[in-house]
């Protein structure tokens, strides 16, 4: 992200294939090692040059959409959906 920012300065962020969805098994059911919710925390650690870390939300409860909405949108990690 840092390199390519030094190139094009525009904003570099990853997606999140969620495992929210009732996909419960990393590897099996959605791509294991993606910056889901549980390891925000170590993908903001790990790849401090990214501008943000964005959600696909495909969820259908009202409820747990809001929750996704709010563990992405942080001081650290504007909320920014652009698949859904």
Do not use: H
Not at 40 to 60: C, F, G, H, R, V
């Amino acid at each position: 992200a840092e390199a390519g920012m030094a190139v094009f300065d525009l904003p570099m962020y990853v997606n999140a294939w969620l495992g929210e969805n009732g996909w419960r098994q990393p590897g099996i059911n959605y791509p294991s090692g993606g910056p889901v919710t549980v390891v925000l925390d170590l993908w903001k650690w790990a790849a401090p040059n990214l501008s943000l870390i964005a959600p696909d939300i495909y969820i259908d409860t009202p409820e747990v959409f809001g929750e996704v909405c709010e563990a992405y949108n942080r001081p650290d990690n504007q909320l920014f959906i652009p698949e859904s």
